[in-house]
């Protein structure tokens, strides 16, 4: 069974940092394109940034220049660095591990931007 377990959510205040990590277990980690995604109250569901197997990287334009996504295969773990928040960056960010047709999310972990 496939599961995506998150942390690193929190309260902090804006211009500040967090790093999320999500933790995949029962599969081969290492093959699997990985993202995170957000939702805020009130609002789809989007994308924030995603890796591929190959390191390939990809940003929302909201989030450029300030998070960085990471993986580390050893670990079974994908990485989002997040710098300078601010209050629109309020909401739950999702693990994604995506293969071919199979898509798996994990529970989320809420990150507040509040002062």
């Known amino acids: 069974q496939v599961q995506l377990v998150e942390s690193g959510g929190g309260l902090v205040q804006p211009g500040g940092s967090l790093r999320l990590s999500c933790v995949v277990s029962?599969?081969?980690?290492?093959?699997?394109?990985m993202g995170w995604y957000r939702q805020a109250p009130g609002k789809q569901r989007e994308l924030v940034a995603t890796i591929t197997a190959g390191y390939n990287t990809n940003y929302a334009d909201s989030v450029k220049g300030r998070f960085t996504i990471s993986r580390d295969n050893a670990k079974n773990t994908v990485y989002l660095q997040m710098r300078s928040l601010k209050a629109e960056d309020t909401a739950v960010y999702y693990c994604?591990?995506?293969?071919?047709?199979?898509?798996?999310w994990g529970q989320g972990t809420q990150v507040t931007v509040s002062s």
């Open positions: 994604n591990a995506a293969l071919t047709s199979s898509v798996f």
């Open positions: 029962g599969t081969i980690f290492s093959i699997y394109a």
